[in-house]
């Protein structure tokens, strides 16, 4: 076999608000390949890969932000520059040259677009005739522009053809997505639902949905994972009230009217995106007992491996954080340069804040934490300690600069508190004992007033 060639991209990201992007390939038959592109401190970055097996289209993707449609294949070799101080900054400024640039060229036509004239509408608010008048108009703009861009003579892109089919094709599933949203949020009934879907898409795609051949298209994929298994519960629900509409009846949906590859995808996602966000051990428990059947019914080893780690990597979480267990060690640096070691508070209560500077709801706990502070302050048996957790350190600096805190502040740079504290979601607040063992790894929030205070307090009385 031949050796497959590598994929380069390098360039310059100026006040980007993200170091590290993650590109997560989609290689058709090889699943969960990814690379992270690592920016130095002047945005600069460079990566050579040989992990890209077939030209496909792909998202630059950071903790908070992500750039999206970068068309990718073995050979290119792409120079992205861009400035991101926010997307309108990116959409203006962002440009890739070099071997592949040709394809990435329908994306940038369409950024600039956006950049010098956003539209805000939302377009299944429209009426009926001005929601088909637009999506017309949409869908034309697209096709000029796609066959301007792809249906010509490459210069250097030997992909260049197989792009503008897979462009396509995400274009195609897009609308569907769009009409689907549309006869949702207008209430039709299950008749009129059908027949709108019908009379304004491709009715040869809707009757071979499960081809293989769509299973190239990232936005086939998310679609089929997320939207469509919606759309066939919720008709469902349009001509028996009694069904209850949640994650197992998805799943059910799923796994007796698919067929092929995307079944297989389509269980493994849905699934897969759950079993982070459980809050509890019971519940984890309870998930792997409802999720035992689908499981069992997907063909694909490797996601059922993948499944079968996320379940072991939650439970480890949930063990390690159990009341009167040791909380885990770190040792981080703070705002003002000191160095702290979860183990410089014992004999102290502690109560741990996991937040980042671009988490709203962390944001808004911050007076009520001050609150909460200000009244142990005084007391030499407490320790208030708030860590940004899967920050940027530029932005944790920044979001100080407007919030001053006074109590102290540490990140997590190398996400050591993020794995060994289970910091999926957050806020999350922590009680720890003056032993230094785990109290509360769900604590109540600052806002809880009274709540949280009394557990303090108990903890200090000990």
């Known amino acids: ?43 600069n970055f460079y990566l050579k890969t040989f992990k890209v097996k077939t030209p496909q289209i792909i998202k630059l993707v950071g903790i908070k932000n992500q750039i999206s449609g970068i068309y ?51 377009t299944s608010h ?19 522009l796609t066959h301007a861009i792809f249906d010509r003579k490459p210069i250097q892109d030997k992909y260049l053809k197989y792009m503008g089919s897979l462009t396509r094709l995400n274009r195609k599933f897009s609308l569907l997505d769009l009409i689907i ?12 639902s059908v027949d709108f879907v019908r009379n304004n898409f491709d009715n040869d795609i809707l009757n071979n949905i499960y081809r293989e051949d769509y299973f190239k298209s990232d936005d086939y994929k998310y679609f089929m994972s997320t939207a469509y298994p919606f759309y066939l519960v919720r008709l469902d629900l349009k001509t028996d009230s009694t069904i209850q509409y949640d ?20 269980l493994n996602f849905l699934m897969g995106e759950e079993i982070p966000y459980c809050s509890s051990l019971e519940k984890l428990n309870g998930l792997k007992e409802q999720f035992k059947p689908y499981i069992s019914d997907i063909t694909n080893q490797q996601y059922k491996r993948d499944l079968n ?21 770190f040792v981080l640096e703070s705002n003002i340069g000191k160095t702290f070691s979860i183990e410089d508070f014992k004999g102290k209560v502690v109560y741990l804040d996991l937040w980042a500077s671009w988490c709203v709801p962390c944001r808004k706990q911050t007076p009520f934490f001050k609150i909460l502070y200000d ?54 607040f922590i009680l720890i004992d003056k032993k230094g063992n785990i109290v509360n790894s769900n604590a109540p929030w600052p806002s809880s007033g009274r709540e949280i205070e009394e557990l303090i307090n108990q903890e200090i009385a000990k």
Do not use: C
């Not at 197992?248 to 698919?258: A, D, P, R, S, T």
């Not at 142990?376 to 899967?390: D, E, P, R, W, Y």
């Open 181 to 192: 949203q549309f006869t949702e949020y207008h209430k039709y009934n299950h008749e009129k």
């Open 72 to 122: 990718i294949a073995p050979g290119y070799n792409l120079t992205l520059t861009a400035n991101w101080k926010d997307y309108s900054s990116l959409d203006k400024t962002k440009k890739i040259t070099g071997i592949g640039a040709e394809s990435n060229r329908y994306r940038f036509v369409l950024d600039s677009i956006w950049a010098a004239k956003p539209d805000t509408t939302i």
């Open 247 to 266: 994650l197992g009846k998805q799943l059910e949906k799923i796994n007796k009217v698919y067929a092929g590859k995307i079944k297989d995808y389509a």
């Open 1 to 43: 076999m031949p050796k497959t060639e590598p994929l380069i991209i390098k360039g310059q990201i100026l006040e980007s608000p993200e170091m590290n992007l993650v590109i997560q390939y989609n290689n058709l038959n090889i699943d969960g390949l990814s690379d992270t592109l690592r920016l130095d401190q002047s945005g």
């Open 126 to 144: 429209l009426n009926e005739d001005d929601f088909l008048k637009r999506i017309k108009k949409s869908q034309n703009f697209s096709d000029s």
């Open 309 to 329: 780690t996320k379940f072991s990597e939650r439970f480890e979480e949930f063990v390690r954080m159990q009341v009167g267990n040791p909380a885990p060690k």
């Open 375 to 428: 009244k142990f302050k005084t007391n030499n048996q407490g320790a208030f300690i708030s860590i940004a957790v899967l920050d940027v350190l530029k932005n944790w600096k920044k979001a100080l600069e407007v919030d001053k805190p006074d109590w102290i502040q540490l990140i997590d740079k190398d996400e050591i508190v993020s794995n060994s504290y289970g910091a999926d979601h957050i806020p999350k």
